[in-house]
């Protein structure tokens, strides 16, 4: 049973006891929540993974996308970007592997970790049909079938399943005539080329019900995948992108009476003044399911900057109401990240997710505390709390000035050393009240 199963007939799993450990939150409150499909456990029976809920009342979390293109197959770098990824913070990992051995790099990477994995299955089923068929457009539907059920057994816990895209908004697409990106999404692409060259619909469109039927064995969570995303901030909220998120968002309500959790992804590319409106969209439209934001990218002028420009829109996007985060790293639209790349994507989308939080969950106890820390030169729990604490570290070290106290900014003009103790009692009553 899933999930959304189990909390309607009133179990209280482990894993929303576990939840609501984790976020402090009354635990009739996340089980009712689970029941009504607005939060999600992503928790696959076959594998066991580090437990984390996504949706209302949640923290936002973080998703670190890594894997193998077909110029670069080093499953190594692809087991060390994932622990680099755990490391620092990322709440979930997706493998998007296009090359190499695509089933045993999946595995060592989740060997490796102890993350929920998600996946986008029709990279595999595409990657396969290039490989042993000539071409993706040779893709038979039993293949795709195949893979989803393959996956779930092996212990992926979410997926990002292309249902939106069918005949209708493909349609729209071509009568837009124009799109200054063009479409970016790899699955999306490949299934528009799949769809024209066989004249047939989407199979995962067609056949929603037995997509819903393959991951509610296994309590994988479904990601309504964003196929018609941006990738430009001039085709941001276009007509084929809000027409994917209608699609999308009946299927996340479809998919919860069949007890499937499912989750509803958007938008890529967008700007930062239309970031609200597509989160009040997509919550509106799919009765609040979980939103899982792309990005997003709020420029498209910051090529090696991207981690930057996404934790702009991020930050923003979490105070709005979004529930998870894909990161982007410093070599979006420049090449395949490199665990260092991971490291900076990662603590960018962290950073995003917090300040995100300090309005949209209250969430500033931390910022006080550390406020207090950097008053007082209390540098042990300045490091504590820092989100990075290993670059703080390194940072101070490298620029000592034999003081356990001030640092090199200021030196012997620091300001609070001159004010020590002037604000203490007035803080500490303030605390009180």
Known sequence: MTQIERALRGEITEEVKTVTANEKLDVNIVARRVASGKIVIPCNSKRTVKTIGIGKGLKTKVNASIGTSTDIIDTAMEIEKARTAEKYGADTIMDLSVGGNITEIRKAVM??????????????????????????????????????????????????????????????LKKQH????????????????????????????????????????????????????????????????????????????????MGCQTMVEGPGHIPINEIEANIILAKKMSAEASFYMLGPITTDIAPGYDHITSAVGAALSASYGADFLCYVTPAEHLGLPFAEDVREGVIAAKIAAHIGDMVKLSDTDRDKTISKARRDMDWSTQFKLAIDPERAVAIRDKRNNNSERTCTMCGNFCANGMLQGMFEKHTKTTDKE
């Not at 457009?137 to 292309?162: D, P, Y």
């Not at 692409?189 to 024209?196: E, G, I, P, S, Y």
């Not at 469109?205 to 941006?230: C, M, P, Q």
């Open 111 to 172: 060997d490796s970790v102890t993350l929920p994995l998600g996946t986008v299955p029709l990279y595999e089923a595409f990657a396969v049909a290039a490989e042993g068929y000539g071409s993706i457009t040779k893709m038979t539907e039993e293949l795709l079938w195949e893979i989803i059920e393959r996956q779930c057994e092996e212990g992926v816990s979410f997926m990002a399943v292309h249902c939106g895209i069918n005949r209708l908004t493909l349609e729209v």
């Open 178 to 257: 124009y799109r200054y990106g063009g479409l970016v999404s790899k699955g999306g692409a490949c299934m528009v080329a799949w769809m024209q060259y066989n004249d047939k619909e989407n199979p995962l469109y067609a056949k929603f019900d037995r997509v819903a039927e393959i991951l509610n064995r296994h309590d994988v969570v479904l990601s309504l995948g964003n196929g018609f995303r941006a990738g430009a901030i001039h085709d941001a909220t276009d007509r084929v992108a809000i027409q994917e998120l209608i699609i999308n968002c009946e299927f996340a309500e479809i998919g919860r009476t």
